[in-house]
């Protein structure tokens, strides 16, 4: 009787053991599966985050080759000096349409080198294989207080980049042919022929001018609205 008494409670203690591993086994897969299925909501909502944020860039990218049908390509020379490259872009304000760039693409003035004011400027626009002649009609080439602008004319330009005169962030570069034609732009990030590019926000309009720094855009109107 004592045998079969002690059988029993082996049995009975080993059946409460296996009880015992089969709950923690339980739980330890429910704790994964949970796990899991909250990896998952989180990658979702990253998707859904990123497709979001996608889903902002589809009109800027869509528009790329329109926008960059307003940038231009410049040369300018003097009698002592031939300008590097650089780049220029049109506008439209009040109705007519100004070929936009870096001051210091007019005239460079800077550590100890002085080119003078360059003259015979000409630009082509991107993807076209037309020469324009503008003429000069303002300028500053302060690069280090950054009222660094030029503002030329031509009656040959018919379209030109919308304005905003809201910063906002982040910007972008649209350059000319020889160059990133879009990229994202930060401080002293330019590239040889670079200078006077448009720095566009996310909708693709004008915010300031690239020259190595920002020149806000609301310079270059205030000196058109002072042309006589």
């Known amino acids: 009787m004592k045998k079969l008494i002690i059988i029993l409670l082996i049995i009975f203690i080993g059946l409460s053991i296996s009880c015992t591993r089969n709950i923690d086994t339980t739980e330890t897969i429910v704790i994964t599966e949970t796990s899991i299925i909250t990896q998952t909501i989180e990658d979702t909502q990253r998707i859904d985050e990123l497709e979001a944020e996608l889903e902002k860039y589809q009109d800027l990218i869509g528009n790329l080759n329109e926008l960059l049908k307003n940038v231009y390509k410049g040369n300018a020379e003097n009698s002592n000096w031939k300008a590097d490259e650089f780049t220029g872009f049109s506008i439209k304000y009040k109705d007519k349409f100004y070929l936009i760039t870096a001051g210091h693409c007019v005239h460079y003035n800077y550590a100890g080198t002085d080119t003078g004011v360059f003259t015979n400027f000409s630009f082509k626009a991107n993807f076209s294989d037309k020469t324009i002649y503008p003429k000069l009609l303002t300028y500053e080439n302060d690069f280090t207080?950054?009222?660094?602008?030029?503002?030329?004319?031509?009656?040959?330009?018919?379209?030109?980049?919308?304005?905003?005169?809201?910063?906002?962030?982040?910007?972008?570069?649209?350059?000319?042919?020889?160059?990133?034609?879009?990229k994202e732009f930060t401080l002293y990030n330019l590239l040889d022929g670079e200078s006077g590019s448009p720095v566009i926000d996310i909708d693709g309009q004008v915010i300031s001018i690239a020259t190595g720094n920002f020149v806000d855009i609301d310079l270059v109107l205030e000196a058109i609205d002072n042309l006589k």
């Open 145 to 182: 207080n950054n009222r660094d602008y030029a503002i030329l004319y031509s009656d040959k330009i018919k379209d030109g980049l919308d304005i905003d005169l809201i910063q906002t962030s982040p910007e972008y570069i649209l350059g000319n042919e020889n160059n990133n034609v879009f």
